[in-house]
Every structure is written in C-alpha cells, then in structure tokens.
Nanobody, 115 residues
C-alpha cells in the first residue's frame, strides 16, 4: 500500500503561481512513477504530468512550459510547480503513484484560478 497526501492548493488569480506537494508513505517511493492528474467540474479526470524514478518528465500539451513536475526521493515527495495559471486550470489536482502492478491515488487538492 502507498498512501498519498496532497497539499498546496488554493484560490489564486490568473497569472499567479502555486506549488502542489504530494507526500507518499508506505512502499518504496522510488519504485513508482509519480504523476498528477486533474478533474474539472463536469469533466473527466485528465493526465497533467508524470515523473519517472530517474527524473524523466512528461506533460500534457496544455501545461507545457508552465508546469514543472519534480520529485525528491529522499523526502518521498513529488511536486507540481504551476506558473502562469489560467482559469481553465481550475480543478481538483490528484496525485498518483503507479508501478507495473499497482496504482494509487490521493484525495486531491482544489486549485481555483480566478480571472
């Protein structure tokens, strides 16, 4: 089992920045690909970014150049630095840990961007 706890969400204005954190406990953190997903009201959950154990990163097109995902394996934590936020980024952001056999989800943290 892996427990994931997100933090760092909030209400900001367009153009502002936020940094989300996801603290993991349980099984060996470095074994997992860590990711962020988001779900806006009335929409399906969508992939935002992920980072492999070695630090390779992948992003959905709409956040490239604005969001940066990183991980600190010593602290069992993954981060999502979000810059130049837009109202369309408003969503619940959920942390994900995935291996070849398992997938775990956090409870999510709300990000609201006002225009």
């Amino acid at each position: 089992q892996v427990q994931l706890v997100e933090s760092g969400g909030g209400l900001v204005q367009a153009g502002d920045s936020l940094r989300l954190s996801c603290a993991a406990s349980g099984r060996t953190f470095s074994n997992y690909v860590m990711g962020w997903y988001r779900q806006a009201p009335g929409k399906e959950r969508e992939f935002v970014a992920r980072v492999t154990w070695s630090g390779n990163t992948y992003y959905t097109d709409s956040v490239k150049g604005r969001f940066t995902i990183s991980r600190d394996n010593a602290k069992n934590t993954v981060y999502l630095q979000m810059n130049s936020l837009k109202p369309v980024d408003t969503a619940i952001y959920v942390c994900n840990a995935a291996s070849s056999s398992y997938m775990y989800w956090g409870q999510g943290t709300q990000v609201t961007v006002s225009s």
